[in-house]
């Protein structure tokens, strides 16, 4: 049966709410993984460009007694190369993360703010025949 227009747009005002939520939480969990997988390739390319004398030429001790132009530019070319593969380790480590809590199957369809009689249907409580993964 369909809803009234003004409980239609309360309840997607609702849906549009959580899907949101869902979405920023989604977000976060990236951002937060790929910070922390990614540090080691931010510090080592940080550390690089800061000693250069091309590029910013620090006058902090480390860069005068330890890093000359030539360790400079190693510890440039290792952060990038090591980015590649930690960025495959984050990308999976998200994805295991967000299947094992079920974050993706968390949406509310549309459909709910149309008619009556819908169920949430979230994570484990759902018994639709859809899946996000086999």
């Keep these: 049966e369909p809803r009234s227009p003004c409980c239609c747009l309360a309840w997607t005002l609702l849906i549009a709410t959580i899907n949101s939520l869902l979405f920023l ?31 910013l030429h620090s006058s902090a001790r480390y860069c005068r007694s330890i890093l000359d132009d030539n360790s400079s530019s190693a510890l440039i ?9 930690l960025l495959v380790v984050a990308m999976a480590l998200y994805c295991s993360l967000a299947r094992r809590l079920q974050l993706l199957l968390c949406c509310q369809p549309y459909s709910l703010a149309l008619y009556k009689g819908g169920r949430w249907c979230c994570a484990r409580g ?9």
């Design 77 to 85: 070319i290792l952060g990038f190369v090591l980015l590649s593969p």
């Design 25 to 55: 939480l989604n977000l976060l969990l990236m951002f937060v993984i790929f910070t922390i997988v990614l540090l080691p390739t931010i510090v080592v390319v940080y550390f690089g460009f800061q000693c250069h004398s091309q590029v």
């Design 126 to 134: 759902c018994r639709a025949p859809l899946k996000a993964w086999v």
